[in-house]
């Protein structure tokens, strides 16, 4: 194990201390918010994902299956632009294999469902019943093996002719694991292995990735990311209508597996993020906006199960980055409730300057260009719109990096992304 | 709604308070037990709507309740639909005739169909294309179904410029004059609207039925 280490070390590309000055200032504006002080000036983060496709020329399809012409397209980008932090681009985007190796049934992307220059799409599908909620809450692991993991992915059917393990014992353990010899499953096992391998490859590239551009001077900002344990069973598990029914129909088991899901959703986040060498964890959050459900829902359901959560990982080191989508106007004040200088907030369509109000003593904060604005205005409008931000939250004390409302919209022109970042140095000194 | 049996105000009432178990229990007795008029119960269940409705725009109510009072009104009609022996002229007249898709290139469908039912629990006909919906698609749909209004759904910001093209090509094909052409989803706002040519966006499906009476002349 040490061996390889040690190769993987001596491969990574060499710093020059030109590049390594140039990373610890980008990075240092990004903590300085963290830790609530005032950066030397507002740091400016880059989060494409289908723009690099627009950016590169290059086919939707084509940035998902070619790991090293997206590396190269992503390089070129944040060279470009040279933001302060930069997304994990070759992760988030060139996972066309690895969906494929695995049979992910969870999302159509070019060339599985929809066209080879369109974006990969989730499905909202109920992959867990109203009956099963049982099921899960008595043995997650066994839901995974037996139901869940074969509903999502064609790699894994199979799988849940293994034995059903807990009670195996003595000679009925030795006789269980006769089903390995199935044929059923030693194809799904051969399935998930050459799917893992693909993964692995896909990850190497990442690294890489990542690697080369901090030995040019530039700091991802985060590897790891999170979901909240309401999200996690709202969106991949019972599907959006039938969550929301579940408000009604199935409280009590709704908060025994939000609590439950709080428990091993920190365990993997924490064990993740504390292998990466960023500490910054990226939790994209879907079901906290003020319209999907009333703050006494909102106080009762969602919140306490995350903040839970977010409490873990500040315990264990790690800085969690919520992406709090849509509007969470009405929620700004529930989760302010959480130790100062420890996160950060990221705001797609809520009132920044309402949240710097709420939240400027608490958190660092990130966003919000608007989406309609960055994909179909002009310059000009961008520049107002980073003034904006600038003047009256980053010069009012807000510890603010400046970024798009949920990244970098897919069709955003060259120009707005050029006076994006312009605009941000220029009114961010 | 006026002159309600004190049975009919309590169907009302637990439909309109989230009771679903007593709501449907009462309104299987009434429709299977007591032979009550199934045009009858549906009248209450929309009744039962305009107060849900109204609680969702005064920020009582939020998403879930619009779900579940869908979920509990779609059972009764299921129930109540199959008793129906109505005689010509019985059935609500429609206010209007709502054209609904989600654009090309964008899969999502839980708003739209949340709008559709909010749009059919309000007395209009609707027809839902479905998603990833091609601009020739509304050409025809508009040409076959003559539609008062044509509701275009996108959750993606892809959906901005689909949403540009479809508005276009039927404005292409001289049927921009017949019909008013509203815009929804997560990324939508006024600078989507001016940008596409619709003549309005909504932020939720209260909003969309709002727009939809204005339209057809209803008082709000």
């Known amino acids: 194990m040490s061996i390889t280490l040690e190769i993987a070390e001596a491969d990574k590309p060499v710093q020059t201390p030109e590049a390594k000055a140039a990373y610890d200032a980008r990075w240092q504006r990004v903590m300085d ?34 790991y090293d012409g997206t590396a190269n397209i992503a390089e070129r980008a944040i060279r470009e632009f040279e933001p302060d932090v930069h997304s994990p681009m070759v992760l988030g985007t060139a996972n066309g294999r690895s969906l494929e190796a695995i049979g992910f049934k969870q999302v159509k992307w070019p060339g599985h469902g929809v066209g080879d220059d369109q974006p990969y799409q989730y499905l909202d599908r109920e992959y867990m019943k109203a009956d099963e909620f049982d099921d899960f809450l008595f043995d997650p692991t066994g839901f995974y093996l037996q139901k869940y993991l074969p509903r999502v992915a064609s790699a894994f059917e199979g799988i849940e002719d293994l034995p059903v393990f807990p009670g195996l014992h003595y000679f009925r353990l030795v006789a269980g694991i006769r089903n390995f010899a199935k044929p059923s499953v030693k194809q799904a096992l051969t399935n998930i292995i050459h799917a ?37 069973i709202a969106d991949y598990f019972r599907g959006a209508t039938n969550m929301m029914k579940d408000l009604f129909r199935n409280k009590d088991k709704l908060l025994a597996i939000l609590d439950k899901a709080c428990v091993f959703l920190s365990r993997m986040i924490i064990k993740a993020g504390q292998a990466s060498p960023c500490p910054i964890v990226f939790i994209p959050i879907h079901w906290a906006p003020d319209p999907f459900m009333s703050p006494k829902q909102f106080e009762t359901y969602w919140w306490p199960s995350f903040r839970k959560m977010l409490m873990n990982l500040i315990d ?18 529930t989760i302010a409730d959480i130790p100062a200088g420890k996160c950060i907030y990221w705001f797609e369509r809520t009132d920044m300057v309402r949240a710097f109000e709420v939240l400027g003593d608490r958190v660092a904060l990130r966003g919000n260009l608007s989406p309609s604005m960055m994909t179909t205005g002009n310059p000009a409008e961008v520049d107002a719109a980073v003034r904006h931000l600038a003047e009256n939250v980053f010069h009012k004390g807000g510890k603010l990096i400046l970024d798009c409302a949920f990244g970098l919209p897919d069709e955003t022109p060259m120009e707005n992304v050029r006076a994006m970042f312009d605009a941000g140095r220029k009114y961010g000194a | 709604m006026e002159d309600m049996t004190d049975q009919e105000q309590q169907l009302v009432d637990w439909l309109a308070d989230m009771m679903e178990d007593e709501a449907l229990e009462l309104a299987k007795r009434m429709l299977l037990e007591e032979g009550a008029s199934p045009l009858r119960v549906l009248e209450l269940c929309r009744a039962a ?3 849900v409705g109204k609680r969702f725009e005064e920020g009582e109510y939020f998403l879930p309740e619009l779900v579940l009072a869908g979920e509990m009104l779609e059972t009764i009609s299921a129930i109540a639909k199959p008793l129906i022996k109505s005689a010509p002229g019985e059935e609500p007249k429609k206010l209007g005739r709502v054209l609904i898709g989600t654009v090309h290139g964008d899969l999502h469908d839980i708003g739209k169909n949340i709008v559709s039912f909010m749009l059919d629990i309000n007395n209009f006909d609707v027809k839902d294309i479905g998603i990833d919906v091609p601009v020739q698609n509304f050409i025809d749909e508009i040409n076959a179904y003559n539609p008062d209004v044509v509701g275009l759904s996108g959750f993606l910001t892809l959906a901005f410029d689909s949403m540009k093209e479809t508005i276009e090509a039927i404005n292409q094909a001289g049927l921009r004059d017949r019909v008013k052409i509203m815009i929804g ?13 619709a003549d309005a966006f909504g932020v939720n499906a209260v909003e969309a039925v709002a727009l939809c009476r204005g339209w057809t002349g209803v008082a709000a």
């Open chain 1, 33 to 66: 918010c963290v830790n609530l002080k005032t950066p030397d000036r507002m740091p400016i983060g880059m989060h494409p994902t289908f723009w690099l496709a627009k950016y590169g020329n290059v086919t939707c399809k084509e940035l998902m299956y070619d």
């Open chain 1, 316 to 333: 264990a080191g790690l800085i969690p980055m919520p992406m709090w989508e849509a509007d969470c106007t009405k929620r700004l004040e």
């Open chain 2, 185 to 197: 989803g997560g990324q939508i706002d006024e600078t989507v609207r001016a940008y596409t040519g």
């Open chain 1, 196 to 232: 893992a391998e693909e993964v692995d490859r896909h990850s190497m590239a990442h690294v890489n990735f990542t690697d080369r551009m901090t030995a040019l001077g530039y700091p991802v900002s985060y590897t790891t990311t999170g979901v909240s344990p309401y999200d996690f």
């Open chain 2, 49 to 51: 709507m305009d107060v």
